[in-house]
């Protein structure tokens, strides 16, 4: 089996599961996934997911199978077929681009597929390129698109941003397109980090303002010196985020800002109370069907 073909894993679930299934993707770290709708099934969605098949095992592949299995059953889901495939390089390519369309986002911002023209009815919007490869972050996810529309509110002229689970490098290109100067984007998959730096190339057409990190946040903070930013922005599961919170404000600079999103709503309150015990004062919720984005400050 060559190394480059990808495993396609399709599945019926019920449409009111879709968040619960997007938060257990998450979960498992898997980030290259679609919805595609049925036109003769209403209540119903198709779920698509790309996997690299150099990454997935047999044993893996049933292990994924079973734990979604689980979720649906504890959702009261009990008929479901997961059927697998599996996608030369070429037949993947084809395959995701066509879940793919221009997003608007926010008032300002358009995320736009690399291979699709600008239209001109988007001319005035701040347009954001994005190839995903095998870093699946667009602004079509409630989680992100939260992100975005608290970005394009922030003032970023020359800022310095901490951007800790870059994945596609979406919201580093953002900060960078409302005028951050220095950027630090993290990632603990190297497919990510590549992603990242792909984009914010296809954008500006190099690299100037942005420094990459392999690895996981706790592990970077004891090697580089990760101190005094303006802002933050943390996309990432509300596990990882508990856990990091105290660091993250020795991270940010006085009166500085994270972003903190990937946090269902029914997780709000537990992230509100460490937010309160770590001196991080919020000053802003937004929600998004069953996701939430807080944003709060360093306060002396």
Known sequence: MEKNNWY???????MDLEEIIIWKFHQLG????????????RDKTKVVIWLPCINWSNNSRIKLQNSLQDVLEKNDQKYYSFTWNILKEEDWTSSWKKFWSPEKVGKRIVVVPCWLEVSEEYIDQKIIKIDPGAAFGTGSHATTALCLEKIEQLKLSNKKILDIGSGSGILSVAAKSFGAKNIYAIDNDYLAINSTKSNFKLNFGNLNGIKTYLGSFNELLSKYTLKNFDFIFCNILANVIKEIIPDIRDCLKISGEVILSGILSSQKDEILKLLQTSKLEVNHVSSKK???????????
């Not at 898997?30 to 099934?41: G, P, R």
């Open 8 to 14: 396609l894993l399709t599945f019926i679930i019920k």
């Open 30 to 41: 898997i980030t290259s996934y679609a919805f595609e709708s049925l036109l003769n099934i």
């Open 290 to 300: 069953d996701w939430v984005c807080i944003t709060a400050q360093k306060i002396l």
